[in-house]
């Protein structure tokens, strides 16, 4: 089994910046994709962005593309998001997840337990 440890995150000011961490133990070696997701109240928990194992492909949802960044340090076994410019519909709670098939991280089906996330609050 993989555990994700979250950090990062908070509250900042429109068009401020935060950095997310996403740390795996245990069965590192089975995370093929870790993907970033957020779920604002009353809405469906959306991808924000995924990376691959080897880094070298990326997916972000329109909404953030451009501002936010996705890598991995696979030494550390972790996975960054850079949110750059931030803006007050960016408030939601922040979730990554890891998982062997790319597919499934970036469609959520079929995606194991997820940890509690951590709340990003932007104000305007």
């Known amino acids: 089994q993989v555990q994700l440890v979250e950090s990062g995150g908070g509250l900042v000011q429109a068009g401020g910046s935060l950095r997310r961490s996403c740390a795996a133990s245990?069965?590192?070696?089975?995370?093929?994709?870790v993907g970033w997701y957020r779920q604002a109240p009353g809405k469906q928990r959306e991808l924000v962005a995924a990376?691959?194992?080897?880094?070298?492909?990326?997916k972000y949802a329109d909404s953030v593309k451009g501002r936010f960044t996705i890598s991995r340090d696979n030494a550390k076994n972790t996975v960054y998001l850079q949110m750059n410019s931030l803006k007050p519909e960016d408030t939601a709670v922040y979730y990554c997840?890891?998982?062997?098939?790319?597919?499934?991280?970036?469609?959520?089906?079929?995606?194991?337990?997820w940890g509690q996330g951590t709340q990003v609050t932007v104000s305007s």
């Open positions: 997840n890891a998982h062997s098939s790319w597919l499934r991280i970036i469609t959520r089906v079929g995606l194991g337990s």
């Open positions: 990376i691959s194992s080897g880094g070298s492909t990326t």
């Open positions: 245990g069965s590192t070696f089975s995370i093929n994709a």
